[in-house]
């Protein structure tokens, strides 16, 4: 039996076990079910983490679906300096991998004060691999997203690039950059007390929205031939610049653009700003010659001359509006179609001087000029046309002949189009096709017609004319072995900073189409200041040929395999 | 006593079962996000991959390949399309030959067949 003393104990002991059983009852209910959400929320905290999933931006294509630009992860490699207990120690091992010098890194690493340091960028799958087997402690990898050009400068211009956040810098990366990038999606991510990640949290999850595809009316093959022939004439005539633009004449499609000088877009950042720049649409220049075409087909399209029409060139030299005007080469009597042909200065003006000014500025503005032409690339401007009220006397001497008025290489290519098609001005463009990554189109892109600029009689005379300027006239280097070609040469003086027109620095350029019967291609070329000889005619036309000789064998080809794949199957 | 015994038994085992399914959860868990790295890391190299062959694909780099070996190519003044009886006859095969007309010629083409000629451009 228990004393009485005893049984106070007991109950004392009891009473105490019975207030602490309380008190950790009270706390643990006024954790659990009181105010839960605090501690829970630090608890998540500490094991749960947002993690994002990128996007994978779109991929650019060709016509035929070769890809001009696609998207890959590369490692790079970080380290927290605060976790390193022997920074010479990891650098020197770090180093042979990562290419850099050890003493490098250990400045990078020997940072205490920071909790984190790039050592390297998005570097190869095998140098990750081996840093991967290093294991080395507060040295650690992260995926980056890169995108990449496999075409490396081929279509560099029109492509353009996107930076290091993979948002687009330049050309249709940047015009359509909205439509390329996607949305990130993301979901919970559960770590270990190690932070390693635990894949058991069932969460809500967003899937992220890849970007959409682009295809472009653009043809690998015809894009390389064009840089080729370019880059050629570039480097033959050294030359400041230059610029070619390939089209369906029919539809507007663009074939090729290119420029030179031009880069690599897998490394622009080694580039100028100047080197990267779109010329074909963001430059503007006197056209010359090539912009009688304008002035001719208006006047025959008026009535005001017919093309065996005799006109006296006065042997080279004329003034007229207070101006003298000179021929590069001096002519007597000439017919219309051989003015133009011969490319004659004076008996252009005489024409000009018979139409007026208002019947050439609406011809200027019907041909597309003093407007970009929508093409959808960035800084496409559209030239300058200046309406006869703010004519000068000389103008009507000038602007029939090029001079005056402002122009871009894909305006040039857009007119001449005009004269190959039938007489119908075509919007210029780029993009064919939005697709899903799937391969389903999301939007499909048609030729636009624009307007009737002239009639189907003035485009049959002006066709007989610009065959005539390539087989007798100024553009006879422009002759394609086997198929009859139209186009027209320009020489257009470059002004000079003390205002006048310079002897040795030309824009020499050449626009033309071929077959000149059913045209299926149309050119325009401009070689911005070549040396020593400056003519469009021998500077220009050539690249005109061998871009027309190369991609008509190049598509006669792809009819025959498919005419003899069509026969197999 | 005795039923007290065996419930807490059976409590402690569904407790074990329990936290023995948690434990194999954690370590599915572990599995799943391993095989989720790999499938990204395959992912990503097969991408990488793909970029390589389509660079050494580029016109660009076939035509420096060449002039760096002094290659000199010239268009073909002809193209000449060789398609062999055999595979002329499988293709007709793939068409589903269904009338006797079909296998008629069917059998012409795999006996009589030749190659297919064509010129690239009036030379």
Not at chain 1, 60 to 88: C, E, Q, W, Y
Not at chain 1, 294 to 316: D, H, I, M, Q
Not at chain 1, 529 to 542: C, I, K, M, N
Not at chain 2, 12 to 40: F, H, P, S
Request: with cysteine; hydrophobic share 40%.
């Amino acid at each position: 039996m228990l004393t009485a003393a005893q049984k106070t104990r007991v109950a004392l002991v009891i009473m105490g076990f019975i207030l602490v059983t309380g008190a950790l009852l009270s706390r643990l209910f006024w954790l659990q079910v009181l105010h839960p959400s605090h501690w829970v929320t630090i608890a998540r905290r500490q094991h749960l983490q947002v993690l994002e999933l990128p996007p994978t931006r779109g991929a650019i294509l060709d016509r035929n679906l070769k890809p001009l630009a696609g998207s890959i992860r590369l490692t790079s490699v970080f380290a927290d300096p605060r976790h390193l207990k022997n920074p010479a120690g990891t650098a020197r091992l770090l180093a042979p991998v990562l290419k850099k010098s050890a003493a490098e890194l250990e400045v990078l690493l020997s940072h205490q004060d920071r909790g984190f340091v790039w050592l390297a960028r998005r570097i190869s799958n095998q140098s990750a691999a081996q840093i991967r087997a290093l294991r080395l402690s507060g040295v650690d990898v992260v995926m980056e997203p890169q995108r990449v050009y496999p075409q490396g400068v081929l279509a560099s211009h029109l492509v353009g690039f996107s930076g290091v956040d993979t948002q687009g810098l330049e050309g249709l990366e940047l015009a359509y950059d909205r439509i390329l990038k996607g949305e990130p999606g993301w979901r919970w991510l559960a770590r270990d007390a190690r932070r390693r990640p635990v894949g058991t949290w069932e969460g809500p999850m967003v899937t992220p929205r890849d970007g959409l595809e682009l295809v472009m009316t653009i043809d690998t093959a015809i894009q390389f031939i064009a840089e080729r022939a370019l880059d050629q004439a570039f480097q033959k005539w050294r030359a400041k610049g230059a610029s070619i633009v390939v089209m369906n004449p029919m539809t507007g499609e663009i074939l090729a653009l290119a420029n030179r000088p031009t880069f690599d877009a897998n490394q622009y950042e080694q580039t100028s700003a100047d080197v990267r720049r779109n010329r074909a649409v963001t430059d503007t220049f006197e056209p010359g010659s090539v912009f009688k075409i304008v002035t001719a087909s208006v006047a025959l399209t008026k009535g005001v001359v017919r093309p065996e029409e005799n006109f006296y060139c006065e042997n080279g030299t004329y003034q007229v509006a207070g101006r003298l005007l000179h021929d590069y080469r001096p002519h007597g009597w000439l017919t219309f179609r051989d003015v133009i042909a011969q490319s004659s200065n004076i008996g252009t003006t005489k024409v000009a001087l018979r139409l007026g000014p208002a019947p050439i500025y609406e011809g200027m503005q019907a041909f597309g000029f003093g407007v970009p032409t929508g093409v959808g690339l960035p800084g496409e401007v559209g030239g300058k046309v200046k309406p006869p009220s703010q004519w000068s006397r000389p103008s009507i001497t000038c602007i029939p002949i090029g001079q005056e008025v402002t122009v871009t290489s894909i305006q040039l290519a857009q007119a001449i189009s005009v004269i190959a098609n039938g007489g119908y001005l075509v919007k210029p463009w780029v993009v064919r096709e939005i697709r899903h990554p799937s391969g389903a189109v999301v939007k499909a892109f048609k030729p636009i017609v624009v307007r009737r600029v002239i009639p189907s009689e003035t485009v049959q005379q002006m066709r007989e004319i610009l065959t005539a300027v390539v087989e007798t006239g100024s553009g006879k280097l422009a002759v394609v072995d086997g198929f009859r070609a139209a186009g027209k040469t320009g020489t257009a003086q470059k002004v000079e900073p003390s205002g006048v027109y310079s002897i040795s620095r030309t824009m020499a350029s050449f626009v033309g189409f071929v077959p000149a019967e059913n045209p299926v291609l149309t050119i325009a070329v401009t070689v911005d200041e070549p040396q020593p000889l400056h003519t469009g005619g021998v500077v220009s036309a050539p690249v005109f040929q061998q871009v027309a000789t190369e991609t008509l064998a190049y598509l006669r080809q792809g009819e025959l395999l498919k005419t003899a794949q069509n026969e197999i199957q | 006593m005795r039923r007290t015994f065996l419930g807490l038994g059976l409590a402690t085992v569904l407790a074990l079962g329990y936290v023995q399914q948690r434990v194999m959860l954690v370590t599915v868990g572990y599995e799943l996000e391993k095989l989720r790295c790999l499938k990204d890391d395959l992912l990503d190299q097969n991408r990488v991959l793909n970029y390589n062959v389509l660079t050494l694909q580029s016109p660009v780099i076939l035509n420096r390949r060449l002039e760096e070996h002094q290659v000199q190519l010239k268009p073909p003044k002809a193209v000449e399309i060789l398609v062999p009886r055999d595979l002329l006859a499988e293709g007709l095969r793939r068409g589903e030959a269904t009338s006797w007309i079909q296998r008629t010629r069917e059998l012409a083409v795999r006996w009589l067949g030749s190659t297919r000629q064509a010129e690239a451009k009036p030379e």
